[in-house]
């Protein structure tokens, strides 16, 4: 699970907006402006049939500043990305 959905910046991060752009899923955000110190991003790649699945998620960062349930708070109603 990314530790984004957790953390302070989410809507804000450069790297968030990479990882949504990955995943096909709309931007808290069009224009990010909070540019992380070393976020780490595990890739998972997966085969499925003739299609190859991507997923990634960060799961280190030395900016992670903890709000637990913020990226809920910018999307009330919809499920958190696992």
């Known amino acids: ?4 959905v ?3 910046y989410v ?5 968030y907006h990479a990882v949504e752009k990955q995943h096909q ?10 540019e992380p ?8 790649i997966r085969p499925d049939g003739a299609v190859i ?3 990634w998620d960060v799961v280190g960062c030395d900016s ?3 709000e637990d349930g913020k990226w809920a708070k910018l999307r ?7």
């Open 64 to 66: 992670f500043l903890r």
């Open 76 to 82: 009330p109603g919809e499920a958190v990305p696992t």
């Open 6 to 8: 957790n953390c302070h």
């Open 25 to 34: 899923q709309p931007h808290l955000t069009e224009n990010p402006n909070f």
């Open 11 to 15: 809507d804000r991060c450069v790297t």
């Open 1 to 4: 699970m990314c530790i984004c």
């Open 53 to 55: 699945e991507m997923e």
């Open 37 to 44: 110190n070393q976020p780490s991003i595990n890739v998972n």
